[in-house]
């Protein structure tokens, strides 16, 4: 069994800056990748940032590229996410996501509100 514990979320004016932190436990072999997506009302699910364990590799979607910074701990199994220069389209529940396996299996954290007011 795998947690994921998310932390960090709340309400920001836009421009602000928040930093989310999703924890991953239990029985984790391996960690494949870890990531943050988010979900917004009447939106389907979206890919913010994911780094790979091997290799390091990051990736972005292109509307926070410059602004969102996605950073790993791995002695902590803990993924961050520092958001900066937050509009109010980024307003969304964010979703921490771990790769873990074999087999590659991946799990969901609770998800974490963050809300940019204009």
């Known amino acids: 069994q795998v947690q994921l514990v998310e932390s960090g979320g709340g309400l920001v004016q836009a421009g602000g800056s928040l930093r989310l932190s999703c924890a991953a436990s239990g029985s984790i072999f391996s960690i494949n990748a870890m990531g943050w997506y988010r979900q917004a009302p009447g939106k389907q699910r979206e890919l913010v940032a994911i780094?790979?364990?091997?290799?390091?590799?990051?990736n972005y979607a292109d509307s926070v590229k410059g602004r969102f910074t996605i950073s790993r701990d791995i002695a902590k199994n803990t993924v961050y996410l520092q958001m900066n220069s937050l509009k109010p389209e980024d307003t969304a529940v964010y979703y921490c996501?771990?790769?873990?396996?074999?087999?590659?299996?991946?799990?969901w954290g609770q998800g974490t509100q963050v809300t940019v007011s204009s």
């Open positions: 996501n771990a790769n873990i396996g074999p087999p590659r299996i991946n799990y």
């Open positions: 780094i790979t364990t091997v290799g390091r590799t990051i």
